[in-house]
């Protein structure tokens, strides 16, 4: 009996199996075997009957699906062997080496940049599905934890009253969830505190993932910043002056040399390409990934609903913090709760599916602005994990893109 066949009995047996491992249809090789899982799927957190699965398969492929006589002979099949997950990973794999001989026969024949990231892509997925998994022992752990002590801090500094709150500084392993209301500066902030980790550390590498405007629009913000040329200026390009189209084009010119970022834009919006996209760069420098926004990132499987895939993004992200030991600061919605309420100071509760958005993040900071000074921005550090939560006041030039200190509201 093959590991097909042996899975597939036993998920017939067993409705928990499909919610305790990872499974996709697309794995199986046998075309009967990828129907039942695919019916199993979207039977998902049912306590189904043979019955329900073979109607399922039926609605996928009513020549193909064989008898409910079928399926309850497979299901009398089961070895019950309790190894569900070791049989999932080796059909993974299996369908991996498929995949790879085509992939690599492909690149072999065109050499083109889009089959070589395939290629590529594939044998990271490899890879994580062969990791071998701790043990849970924590020998390796008290030694890493002993030489941490003796070790500098790792703290990326920004913004000191933001510093104080995450003590210190940015640290890896971390999701940060950056939330407010359109036009509460989100993306500027985000933009400030990368040119802060940029110029206040060393070894420090950035991706900015933006998924609502092109790369020089995004880096016009920083140049405006830099520079202190209005912002608006560059609309169209023909009211600036010749002295400050030098001067913006010498700023650029500066981060793009300087600087160890990269801008990715709307082609990378779906979730396994920011993923391929961020191990590419992991390396020996401290790395801080922004992802602007959460609400427009895309998973492969269409059915999911807005949850569902909400669900997906934030999970994965959080996966990569603690696998690799990166930052990742993703920026994400506020709902029309908060302006429908006298006290307009954000809460938790108004993120945007904030389900996950609030369990996944080690820090939330939610952006509000000031009723009676709308320069006076909000930074609210409203879930701190690690540290202290609190109010860290700011103050927003829009003109240039900028966010620096509120000394009236903080003293130090």
Partial sequence: MNNELS???????????????????????????????????RLRGMNYTTEQVYREMRSIDLFSAGTVDD???????????????????????????????????????????????????????????????????LDVAFAEF???????????????????????????????????????GKTAFALNIMYELFTKNDDVACDFFTFEMGQNELMTRLVSKVTNINSLLFVGKDKLSPDNKVKAREAYEAMKRSFDMRVFTSEYSNLNDIKYAIKKRIGDKRYVAFVDYAGLITVNDARKNERQVMNEVT?????????????IILLAQLSRAV????????????????????????????LSTDEKDSRKIRCDVAKNREGMTGIAPFIFDKKHMDFSIDFDEWRG
Wanted: glycine residues 6%; contains cysteine; hydrophobic residues 35%.
């Fill in 146 to 184: 002993c030489d941490s002590l003796d070790r500098p801090s790792n703290a990326m500094t920004t913004y000191k009253p933001l510093d104080d709150f995450l003590g210190g500084g940015i640290t890896g392993g971390k999701l940060i969830v950056l939330a407010g209301r359109p036009a509460a």
């Fill in 315 to 327: 999970r994965e992200l959080k996966k990569l913090t603690t696998d690799y030991g990166i930052t």
């Fill in 71 to 137: 399926l309850e002979t497979l299901k009398g099949l089961a070895p019950q062997l309790g190894i569900e997950r070791e049989l999932a990973r080796q059909i993974h794999n299996a369908y991996l080496d498929r995949k790879l001989h085509t992939a690599s026969t492909d690149y072999a024949q065109t050499l083109s940049k889009t089959d070589g990231d395939k290629l590529q892509r594939l044998l990271e997925e490899k890879r994580e599905v062969n990791h071998i998994k701790s043990d849970g022992r």
């Fill in 7 to 41: 899975l597939v009995a036993e998920m017939l047996n067993n409705p928990s199996i499909i919610t305790s491992i990872d499974i996709d249809s697309e794995w199986f090789e046998s075309p009967q075997q990828k129907m039942i899982v695919e019916a199993l799927t």
């Fill in 339 to 366: 302006e429908q309420r006298q006290d307009k100071r954000p809460m938790l509760s108004d993120l945007k599916e904030s389900g996950s958005l609030e369990q996944d993040a080690n820090v939330t900071l939610l």
